[in-house]
């Protein structure tokens, strides 16, 4: 669990003082979980299989031993479980073995950290502990999500929920149970969000145009905004990278994190 922090603002943007040095340690060594490509490579062969140790370390061809430590680092983050289960035939038979699995919404949970900490702007330390938050976000992203933009929950019951943007259009709203789903590419929010409005009339829309995302509010009763500024009915707005989308307002509204993840030829992203 990482530490407080402490914020101060520079015109519209949010900083995180460097001054609190536990939680840039913190941080730092979160970052260093994660900043191995092998441990990367681990969460994607496991990302929808439980594996043994054994399997996995075949699959990313390093000794017995090495694998061992890298998970054992992933279970210490809270990224990976383990659980009893049992080995592949072998010419002993087969054998009790830990297999190891993602924790459910883990990779989700990731993406929103270094996403929301990436979007509060952290001032630059001495540890170069915010250009490595900016290169660890974009290459979770890309690795998990093929440099697909996507929209992540943040708070509220869908918390940690990411929804991968597809096509030029998607619609933003609570899920109707009673309803016909909305076809092609949707954010359905559960239906305890009682403030957004129903999918089926959504409250805001997503759409690409000229290679740029933007968010067009619906009409919506609740207002939608962008970065705390609100926009207007039907006003139309383009989204940068680490954009907070607020659905309404209050307890029961909805905050989305809107992320585009660097291409994997190192290209800067879409202005």
Known sequence: MLSSYSLMTDGDR???????????????????????????????????????????????????????????????????????????????????????????????????????????????????????????KDRVSAAFSGGTPAVLVVGGPDDGRAFPLTGTRCAVGREDPEAAPLQGCAVPLSAAYAAVTRVTRPHCLLTLSGGVWHVEDCGSTGGTAVNAVPLRRHERRPLSDGDLIDLSRGPQGARLLFTIPLPADGQDRPS
Not at 72 to 89: I, N, P, Q, R, W
Not at 98 to 120: A, C, D, H, M, R
């Open 14 to 136: 949010t900083l995180v003082s460097g001054a609190d040095q536990d939680f840039l340690e913190e941080l730092s060594d979160y970052l260093d979980v994660l900043g191995n490509p092998t441990r990367l490579r681990i969460l994607k062969i496991i990302e929808h299989t439980p594996r043994d140790v054994r399997e996995i370390s075949r699959a990313i061809g390093t000794s017995y031993e090495n694998t061992k430590k890298h998970l054992d680092k992933l279970l210490l983050a809270g990224l990976v479980k383990k659980e009893a289960g049992f080995s592949g035939e072998t010419a002993t038979g087969v054998h009790p073995v830990w297999k190891y699995s993602l924790v459910p919404g883990g990779l989700e949970t990731v993406i929103q950290n270094l996403g929301i900490f990436g979007n509060l702007g952290i001032a630059a330390d001495a540890q170069g502990v915010s250009l490595r938050l900016r290169e660890m």
